[in-house]
């Protein structure tokens, strides 16, 4: 039996926007390491800016989801030792974590795969509005990785 000052609401909608946005950064990871492409795409806003380490900047969930194709089709990769971040305005959100993966197919402008693993630390920075991912931001260090996969 319920006391009449417990409340029937969901707990999910006592949380600060803080606690909420770092819940969506860790289901964002969730479904990176679960290889659920269409659980990552779900997260973010239509017009989701993606700025790719040591390249260009892309807009839109089309692009995003033509990234992780990509990827999926070179890589093998799950992030590990998490730590999100999240301002108390849940307007931003950092995570830290070491990729652990393989390199699965060569890549153009990379060394030849041969199915190499590698461990990276990594960076990521996001923009969160609406409840929706809006930006994200990768940061890794790609020489550590060439020369981990032996280019």
Known sequence: MTSPSSSSRPVADAAT???RTHELITRYYAAFNDNDPAGMLELLSGDVQHDINEGATQMGK???????????????EQARNLTVMVSADGLRAAAEFVIHGEYLKTDEGLPPAKGQKYALPVGAFFEVHGGQITRVTNYYNLQDWTRQVGG
């Open 62 to 76: 089309g692009a995003f989801e033509t990234f992780l194709t990509h990827m999926d089709t070179h890589y093998r």
């Open 17 to 19: 926007p803080q606690v």
